[in-house]
């Protein structure tokens, strides 16, 4: 079994409401071969709610108190976000769970590209505050297109390839 985004999984949980399937994750969540989990929902952070993005480092920086995520609106989101990726991990534990399938540029679950905190679109290289987590509890991390990959496939049959900003 393993764990993905639930917004890759059809569940509209991403920051605007909306969600970013990938027709063959929600078949894996369909034949219960996955499951899904949303460490920004768990972590008490509604939806819709405003963009988030990490100041001031990454993920991994986040961790060690070197970084914050803050919204757009001005909002310190950063315990929320840390309470998340930890609600994650234990849920994940729970089932046995080691590979997670997450979407790439989240502030939580983005693998090697994140918003860069200007809120202006540009990402830079980096984890998400989850996958930080998941990573450094030596859980094997895979973005959604390095997933598609593994399966000789670009993009897949998502409906929406834009580079919007994720969870």
């Keep these: 079994m393993i764990e993905i985004s639930a917004c890759l999984g059809g569940l509209a949980c991403r920051y605007d409401g909306q969600k970013k399937e990938v027709p063959e994750l929600m078949e894996l969540v369909e034949t219960g071969e996955a499951v899904m989990v949303c460490p920004e ?4 952070l509604s939806i819709p709610r405003d963009p988030a993005e990490i100041i001031g480092g990454n993920g991994f920086d986040v961790w060690k108190d070197q970084a914050k995520v803050w919204t757009t609106s001005g909002e310190d ?8 990726a930890i609600k994650a991990y234990q849920k994940l534990q729970e ?18 590209s994140i918003y860069d905190g200007s809120f202006s679109g540009i990402t830079k290289n980096g984890a998400g505050v989850a996958t930080a987590y998941f990573i450094q509890q030596k859980m094997t991390v895979l973005s959604d297109e390095e997933w598609l990959k593994t399966r000789g496939e670009q993009n897949g049959n998502r409906k929406d390839q834009s580079n919007e900003r994720a969870l």
């Design 41 to 44: 929902v768990i972590g008490g």
């Design 77 to 84: 989101v950063t315990e929320a976000y840390k309470n998340g």
């Design 95 to 112: 089932k046995h769970i080691d590979l997670v399938i997450v979407k790439e540029k989240s502030p939580s679950c983005g693998t090697h």
